[in-house]
């Protein structure tokens, strides 16, 4: 029995074909941050001139100026994925020292917040180590600083995939720096950002653990860390109630 000759496709309409697929762009986790990206990227009016002078003023002063002049141009950049400020002074930037070299780090997660996709890539020669080897990036702080940075990044992705699994590395990052001040405050700030408003139950417990180390540094990040998981979260959630007598309880114990 012979079988009719299947009809030809029928052409596809480029037209058509490109609001398909534009529609289907907003069905993307990641579109509105993408749009926001993309937006502040083009619209970027910094003037480096300015920024130069004021690195040239402050040059060879206090630390207190070198790091208020970061934590400028971090506000100037934030979100424009511009970072060329720092990259050809990267020498200047090597300066800081301490906690003030935690916050330069973690100013990059500031310029490149909502750069998900990239963020690994980006913070990598900051990040820590494997297995403790930390040669190439010796300073405790900026491996502190990195993680926190990681945070300010994937904190509007909250819910995407790439998202989960930064979560997973942060708390992984938690686990490890043991009782390593710099690592662990920025581990906590990282989770909570990462995790902004989701009442994660995992990054939770976590959190939880470290607000009990008798660390008051590494307290005050995962108090903050905390803060943040239950952001805007309705008051009659159980865990955020748990989690706001697990505070109060920790406030009272080291006022």
């Known amino acids: 029995m012979e079988t009719e000759a299947e009809a030809p496709a029928a052409p596809v309409d480029p037209v058509l074909a490109g609001r398909q697929e534009k529609l289907r762009m ?3 986790d990641t579109f509105p941050v993408d749009l926001r990206m993309q937006f502040l990227n083009e619209a970027c009016d910094t003037d480096l001139v300015v920024l130069g002078n004021i690195k040239t003023k402050i040059e060879h002063r206090s630390s207190v100026l070198h790091n208020a002049a970061v934590v400028c141009h971090g506000y100037l950049q934030a979100g424009t994925a ?3 400020f720092l990259r050809n002074n990267l020498e200047w930037m090597g300066n800081a020292s301490h906690w003030a070299k935690f916050t330069a780090t973690a100013s990059i997660g ?3 917040a909502g750069h998900a996709k990239e963020s690994m ?5 900051y990040l820590p180590r ?3 080897d930390t040669a190439a990036n010796p300073s405790p702080y900026s491996e502190g600083g990195s993680l926190y940075a990681l945070g ?3 904190s509007q992705t909250v819910g995407t995939s790439a998202n989960r699994e930064v979560l997973a590395y942060l708390g992984t990052q938690l686990r490890d720096a043991g009782p390593n001040e710099p690592l662990a405050h920025g581990a906590c700030l990282g989770l909570g950002l990462a995790a902004l408003g989701s009442a994660d139950p995992v990054v939770y417990e976590s959190l939880r653990e470290a607000l009990k180390t008798a660390d008051a540094v590494i307290g005050e990040a995962a108090a ?3 803060g943040l998981l239950f952001a805007g ?23």
């Open 26 to 28: 907003l069905f993307k």
């Open 82 to 84: 511009h970072d060329q």
């Open 110 to 112: 500031v310029i490149h």
């Open 121 to 125: 890539v980006l913070l990598g020669p």
């Open 130 to 132: 494997s297995g403790g």
């Open 152 to 154: 300010l990044v994937h």
């Open 224 to 226: 903050y860390g905390i």
């Open 233 to 255: 979260r309705s008051f009659d959630e159980p865990l955020r109630k748990e989690a706001e007598k697990e505070l109060l309880e920790y406030a009272k114990a080291t006022a």
